[in-house]
T-cell receptor, first 115, second 110 residues
């Protein structure tokens, strides 16, 4: 199946700093990528939809100025958590849509811990 | 919008027994229903999916059934093995993105 790679897989940062997470589709072009956040023992909550070459669409309650999403190419989307705070600590997962009929492939996730 | 309910939240079965996880959805227009398995610290992996023009789909020990009239779909795992222990999520959509259920933590006891 298609491969989606996320980097870094885990990151620890100090409060107030910014962290960038990359999501790459390794063997297919993804015009659309999705960013999810997952708190411990909870489900995946969609944060935003990222379309190549255009602005991301954010879900209600997600601060677009805090979670900057860039989808500059058909194989790369980035999520930057700006001025991170401890409550931003979570598991961030991206997914990418392949050319097939609505099948989504997920990355391995990035665990962010803000001290 | 779509709302997906998933039950049970936790499920323990003896190795070799069957496990069944059920989901209901609210939007009758939804036509794509995938199931994902998530192991600890990893991203979700698609294990099986079904589209609304099909009532049942099977892949070795895993099967999914869909009842469009009742708006529910189920995951069936037969001959469970310890490596089946994980969190399973159902999802539904008309188009992307997916709306996920809250997950079921399956424990297979050896």
């Amino acid at each position: 199946g298609a491969v989606v790679s996320q980097h870094p897989s885990w990151v620890i940062c100090k409060s107030g700093t910014s962290v960038k997470i990359e999501c790459r589709s390794l063997d297919f072009q993804a015009t659309t990528m999705f960013w999810y956040r997952q708190f411990p023992k909870q489900s995946l909550m969609l944060m935003a939809t990222s379309n190549e070459g255009s602005k991301a669409t954010y879900e209600q309650g997600v601060e677009k100025d805090k979670f900057l999403i860039n989808h500059a190419s058909l194989t790369l989307s980035t999520l930057t958590v700006t001025s991170a705070h401890p409550e931003d600590s979570s598991f961030y997962i991206c997914s990418a849509k392949s050319e097939g009929p609505r099948e989504l492939f997920f990355g391995e996730g990035s665990r962010l811990t803000v001290l | 919008g779509e709302n997906v309910e998933q039950h049970p939240s936790t499920l323990s079965v003896q190795e070799g027994d069957s496990a069944v996880i059920k989901c209901t959805y609210s939007d009758s227009a939804s036509n794509y229903f995938p199931w994902y398995k998530q192991e600890l610290g990893k991203g979700p992996q698609l294990i099986i999916d079904i589209r609304s023009n099909v009532g049942e789909k099977k892949d070795q020990r895993i099967a999914v059934t869909l009842n469009k009239t009742a708006k529910h779909f189920s995951l069936h795992i037969t001959e469970t093995q310890p490596e089946d222990s994980a969190v399973y999520f159902c999802a539904a959509s008309i188009y992307t993105p997916l709306v996920f259920g809250k997950g079921t933590r399956l424990s297979v006891i050896a």
